[in-house]
């Protein structure tokens, strides 16, 4: 199965929503929290994610998919599964 990474922060309910539409999927994902970033490795991520400024951040492998909406329509439409493979 591909890895999964979300970076969120403590008080965010969409990264809630990511983490539990995950889990209920049966997904092992690797979770970061912003707030343990250093300045460097937040420059780096918002590189990687053409300055995405809100949480939760998904990476599914290298791919950048966005936040939970993003990840809901993936579910959705049917390609999450795909995707995660």
């Known amino acids: 199965m591909t890895q999964v990474t979300i970076y969120t922060t403590p008080v965010c309910p969409y990264?809630?929503?990511?983490?539990?539409l995950l889990t209920n999927k049966g997904v092992e994902y690797s979770e970061i929290s912003m707030y343990d970033l250093t300045t460097e490795e937040r420059q780096a991520l918002s590189a990687k994610t053409?300055?995405?400024?809100?949480?939760?951040?998904?990476?599914?492998?290298?791919?950048?998919?966005?936040?939970?909406?993003?990840?809901?329509?993936?579910?959705?439409?049917?390609?999450?599964?795909?995707?995660?493979?």
């Open 50 to 85: 053409n300055g995405y400024r809100t949480v939760p951040q998904i990476f599914i492998g290298e791919t950048f998919v966005g936040g939970f909406d993003q990840l809901n329509k993936l579910n959705q439409e049917g390609k999450l599964d795909a995707m995660l493979a």
């Open 15 to 20: 990264c809630t929503n990511a983490k539990q």
